[in-house]
């Protein structure tokens, strides 16, 4: 059983080798262990700090995103407004000219018909004045190429005469 009970010599100079050992490693060990997980903790707290920022940033980029992507949404909106509103005044602006160019052209052509009229009329007084002058022509002669019928009718115009004085 002397595995299991150790001398009082033995003890001591385990008590001291471990004091000594504690010694140097409180000296010189634990401080430099501390400072490794010191800045370890600092370089974790960095990294979180920096990921926060990070994070903060993405959002902050994200929001920008968001403003910069509903401007142009708008801008896409307001310009097809104003396509739209152009359209419909270029249409306007042909319809208004067309309906224009339309009175013109009918303007015109009831003025054509009219003068046309007025020329047929002219023609077809012309052509009966000309038939009646030729039927009465003849009709005169007819009746002219008696000397009792011409002398008549010299009076009769002579009376006509004379009492329109």
Do not use: C
């Not at 960095?46 to 926060?52: L, M, S, T």
């Not at 152009?86 to 009918?106: D, G, N």
Request: glycine share 2%.
């Amino acid at each position: 059983m002397e595995l299991f009970t150790p001398e009082l010599g033995l003890v001591f100079w385990m008590f001291v080798a471990f004091a000594i050992l504690f010694l140097v490693l409180a000296k010189w060990g634990w401080p430099a262990i501390m400072k490794n997980v010191e800045s370890r903790a600092d370089l974790i707290d960095k990294g979180v700090e920096y990921a926060q920022n990070a994070k903060e940033q993405l959002d902050h980029a994200r929001e920008e995103a968001e403003k910069y992507i509903d401007e142009a949404r708008k801008q896409q909106a307001e310009m097809l407004r104003e396509a739209d509103r152009m359209k419909t005044q270029i249409i306007e602006e042909a319809r208004s000219e067309a309906q224009k160019e339309a009175k013109k052209q009918m303007d015109a052509a009831k003025v054509a018909i009219e003068q046309s009229r007025k020329e047929a009329e002219l023609r077809f007084r012309d052509e009966v004045s000309s038939f009646a002058l030729e039927i009465a022509a003849k009709v005169v002669r007819k009746q002219m190429s008696d000397e009792k019928a011409q002398t008549q009718l010299v009076n009769s115009l002579l009376d006509e005469i004379e009492n329109k004085n």
